[in-house]
Every structure is written in C-alpha cells, then in structure tokens.
C-alpha cells in the first residue's frame, strides 16, 4: 500500500519561499508519476506540478510556471516543491499525489498523503 507523507508548510510573506517534501513508500516507483495539487478555501483542488520518477520530466499549472519546481531524489523517494515567489493565491492545503504514468498526470485520481498547509500572507 502506497504511503505519501507531506512536509515544509507554513506562514510566509508574500514574495517569500518555502519548499515541500514527499516521502513515498509502499511500492516500486518507476512507472508512476508524483504530483503536488493544492486546495483552497471553498475551492476544487486543482493539480500543481508533476515529475516523472523515470526519466525527469516535469509539468508544471499556468499559474505556477516560473514560481515553482518539483524534483525528486530517487534514492530517499522523496519529491520536493520549491515554491519561490509566493502570492497569497497560493494559500492551499497542498497534497502529494502518486498515480500510474498512462494516467494524464492534471488528473485528480491515485493515492494522496494527508496535506500540508501553506499560507501566504499580504
């Protein structure tokens, strides 16, 4: 059973950085991706990032693009959201998510850590 555990929320002001940590375990890694979505208030959870365990690759939100990036370190099965560049938009309960790679990786579908909270104050 797939087991994500979240870290690195907080308070930050606005144009501030905080970066997020995935641990991943339960499984074998290389055929599945790990994303980061984000819920706000009274809002649909949207997706974030994501970054192929194999391989590299990286999608990234419109609205994160050039703010944040997501990388992994295979050998701890840890992935990472450096977020720079904060905007009180950003204010979300931000998950890790995992899910096979033949899925479209903006999909809300897989498994989920618990969530992390990250608010970004004016």
């Known amino acids: 059973q797939v087991h994500l555990v979240e870290s690195g929320g907080g308070l930050v002001q606005a144009g501030g950085s905080l970066r997020l940590s995935c641990s991943a375990s339960?499984?074998?890694?290389?055929?599945?991706?790990m994303a980061w979505f984000r819920q706000a208030p009274g809002k649909e959870r949207e997706f974030v990032a994501a970054i192929r365990w194999s391989g590299g690759s990286t999608y990234y939100a419109d609205s994160v693009k050039g703010r944040f990036t997501i990388s992994r370190d295979n050998a701890k099965n840890t992935v990472y959201l450096q977020m720079n560049s904060l905007k009180p938009e950003d204010t979300a309960v931000y998950y890790c998510?995992?899910?096979?790679?033949?899925?479209?990786?903006?999909?809300?579908?897989?498994?989920w850590g618990q969530g992390t909270q990250v608010t970004v104050s004016s």
């Open positions: 339960g499984r074998t890694f290389n055929s599945y991706v």
């Open positions: 998510n995992t899910k096979p790679i033949v899925i479209n990786v903006q999909a809300d579908f897989g498994s």
